[in-house]
C-alpha cells in the first residue's frame, strides 16, 4: 500500500469536513476510497437507526445483492455482530460460515463473496454503525487492511456527528436520524432521474454526484431541488434520452 | 435481532397501553402511551393537511391540544417549524429569554400554560412531511439520550399510522413486520419512478405505491423493487380505474 496515497485520502477526507458539507456524499467518497486503498471487491457503510436496525448509507454498488446482503445483516451477518459488539468482526472464508450466520453466509457466498470484514463506528461508548468489507477470494484481508478500514471508519463517525455537530453537541440519535433521512431523500431523487431519463438508479446517481460536484452544490441539496421540480434534470443530462411520458 | 430490540419494547408498551384500555392501537392510544412512558406531561402528532399549514390529529391531553392549536393562532412555535421543513427541536428551558425571542408569541403562552420543556420531532419520508411528533414536559431539562431514542421509535410509529391513514389503509394490528421495509432504498426510488409514471408529487406517489402493497397483500418492498426492475408501471388510468 502506497502510503503517500493513505495520506492523500485523509488529507482529502479531512478537506471535505468543512461547513456545509453533504453527508450522503462524504460517506460515499469515503466507501470509494475504501475499494481504491484497500483492494477489496465490494464495500458498505452500515448505521443503526433509532430502532437499532442497521440501515445502509453508502455502498460501492448500486448492485442489488449487494444491498440485500446489507440488509441480510439485521438477522445475522459480521456487521450485526460488530455493532452488538463494538468488536471488528472477521471471517476468511465465508462458503464455511454457514453455522454462524445461518442466513447471510450462504448469501454472500452465492453472491460471490469468500472474506468479510466488519469494523464498528464507534463514538465513544456507543457504536453507531459498522463499516462492512467484503472479497471475492478467501483469506484476502491483511491485517494493516483492517487497521486502515477501522481508521476509515472512524474518519466516517467524525463526519456523521461533526455534520450537525454545532447545533446539537448532546443528541447524537438526533443526527443520525437527519444523515439516514439525506439518504431517503437521494433515493427519491433517484428514482425521478431514473425513470425521466430511461436509466437505472446507480447511474442515477452517478450523474447527481458528478452534477452536484461540478456545480460546487450539496448533494442533498440538488436532490430535493429535483424532487420539487425547481431543477429540470433534462437540462444537466442532455445526453441522456428522455422517457417519453407513461401511456 | 434475537434480544427485545429498542422497537419491540416501545412496541410492546404501545400494544400493553391499548390492550388496557380495551382499544386498537390507535394515534390517540399511541400518544398516550408515550406520554406514560416517557418523562413529559403531554404528546400530540400534528399534520399538514392540504393547505392548510398544521392540523392537531391527536394529543395525548388538554396541555398539548391546547398547545398545538395555540401555535397555529398565533402563526410560530415548534411544530410550525417541523412542519414546513425544520429539522428537530429540542429545547430543554422554554423559559429562557433566548426561546423568547425565537418565539416572541408562543413562549410566554406555552410557559403560562404550564410548558417547561419541549421535544418536536419531524415524521419525514426523505422530502415528504408528514407531521410533527411533540413532546412537553411541565419541568425543564433535556431528554437523556435513551428515552430521546425512544421518543424517535414512537415518533416513527406514530408516523407509520399517519402514512396508513393517508394511503386508507387500516391499522395494522399486530406488530407491523413490514415497517422495516418502509426504509429500503428500492422503496424511496420506486416512489420517484412512480411520480413520474404518474405525474404527481412525491407523497402521493409513496401513499399509490403503499396502497397497492397493501391491496395486494405484499411486502411494499417487494412491489417497490418490480417498480425499480421496470416490471411493473402505475398507470394514471389504471390507478384511477382502481380508485386507490
Redesign the interface.
Known amino acids: 500500500m502506497a502510503d503517500d496515497r493513505l495520506t492523500r485520502t485523509f488529507v482529502e477526507l479531512a478537506d471535505t469536513l468543512v461547513a456545509g458539507f453533504d453527508v450522503v456524499e462524504f460517506l460515499h467518497m469515503l466507501v470509494d476510497r475504501c475499494m481504491e486503498l484497500l483492494a477489496v471487491s465490494a464495500a458498505g457503510l452500515l448505521l443503526g437507526d433509532s430502532h437499532d436496525q442497521l440501515q445502509v448509507m453508502a455502498s460501492s454498488a448500486e448492485n442489488i445483492h449487494l444491498l440485500e446482503l446489507f440488509q441480510l445483516q439485521n438477522h445475522d451477518g459480521p456487521c450485526l455482530d460488530c455493532y452488538l459488539t463494538g468488536e471488528p468482526i472477521s471471517h476468511p472464508d465465508l462458503s464455511v460460515a454457514a453455522d454462524r450466520w445461518p442466513m447471510f453466509a450462504p448469501a454472500a457466498t452465492e453472491s460471490g463473496f469468500r472474506t468479510v470484514h466488519a469494523v464498528p463506528m464507534r463514538l465513544r461508548s456507543q457504536v453507531i454503525g459498522a463499516l462492512n468489507l467484503f472479497h471475492t477470494e478467501a483469506n484476502a484481508l491483511a491485517p494493516e487492511v483492517t487497521q486502515i478500514g477501522q481508521a476509515l471508519a472512524d474518519v466516517a463517525t467524525i463526519g456523521l456527528i461533526q455534520e450537525r455537530a454545532l447545533h446539537h453537541q448532546h443528541v447524537l440519535v438526533d443526527q443520525l436520524q437527519t444523515a439516514l433521512d439525506s439518504r431517503v431523500i437521494i433515493e427519491q431523487a433517484k428514482g425521478i432521474i431514473a425513470e425521466r431519463h430511461g436509466i437505472d438508479p446507480g447511474a442515477a446517481f452517478t450523474l447527481m454526484r458528478v452534477y452536484a460536484r461540478t456545480h460546487g452544490q450539496r448533494l442533498t441539496e440538488f436532490a430535493a431541488a429535483v424532487i420539487d421540480g425547481s431543477t429540470t434534470t433534462t437540462k444537466f443530462f442532455p445526453s441522456a434520452p428522455a422517457a417519453t411520458p407513461g401511456e | 435481532?434475537t434480544e427485545a430490540?429498542?422497537?419491540d419494547r416501545?412496541w410492546g408498551v404501545v400494544t400493553a397501553h391499548a390492550e388496557a384500555l380495551g382499544v386498537p392501537v390507535s394515534l390517540r392510544s399511541l400518544c398516550q402511551a408515550a406520554a406514560a412512558r416517557l418523562p413529559v406531561s403531554a404528546v400530540a402528532v400534528s399534520i399538514r393537511s392540504g393547505r392548510v399549514v398544521s392540523e392537531v390529529l391527536c394529543a395525548s391531553g388538554s396541555l398539548s391540544r391546547e398547545l398545538e392549536e395555540l401555535q397555529l393562532t398565533v402563526g410560530e412555535g415548534p411544530s410550525l417549524q417541523v412542519l414546513v421543513g425544520g429539522?428537530?427541536v429540542?429545547v430543554g428551558d422554554l423559559d429562557c429569554a433566548e426561546q423568547q425571542a425565537r418565539w416572541p408569541l408562543f413562549v410566554p403562552a406555552a410557559v403560562q400554560a404550564g410548558a417547561r420543556a419541549l421535544f418536536a420531532l419531524p415524521l419525514?419520508?426523505?422530502?415528504i412531511r408528514v407531521g410533527v411528533f411533540i413532546l412537553y414536559a411541565d419541568h425543564p431539562g433535556?431528554l437523556p439520550?435513551e428515552e430521546?431514542?425512544e421518543a424517535?421509535?414512537f415518533a416513527?410509529f406514530a408516523r407509520r399510522l399517519v402514512l396508513d391513514e393517508q394511503a386508507g389503509i387500516g391499522t395494522p394490528e399486530g406488530y407491523p413486520v413490514d415497517w422495516?421495509s418502509d426504509?429500503?432504498?428500492?422503496?424511496?426510488?420506486?416512489?420517484?419512478?412512480?411520480?413520474?409514471?404518474?405525474?404527481v408529487g412525491?407523497a402521493e406517489a409513496f401513499s399509490r405505491l403503499r396502497a397497492r402493497a397493501f391491496t395486494e397483500g405484499r411486502p411494499l418492498s417487494t412491489v417497490a423493487?418490480e417498480v425499480?426492475a421496470r416490471r411493473r408501471?402505475?398507470?394514471?388510468d389504471h390507478t384511477a380505474r382502481e380508485g386507490v
Open positions: 435481532m430490540t429498542r422497537a416501545v429539522p428537530s429540542l419525514r419520508v426523505g422530502v433535556q439520550a430521546l431514542a424517535w421509535v416513527e422495516l426504509s429500503r432504498p428500492e422503496v424511496h426510488q420506486a416512489t420517484g419512478m412512480i411520480s413520474v409514471q404518474l405525474g412525491i423493487a425499480v408501471r402505475f398507470d394514471p
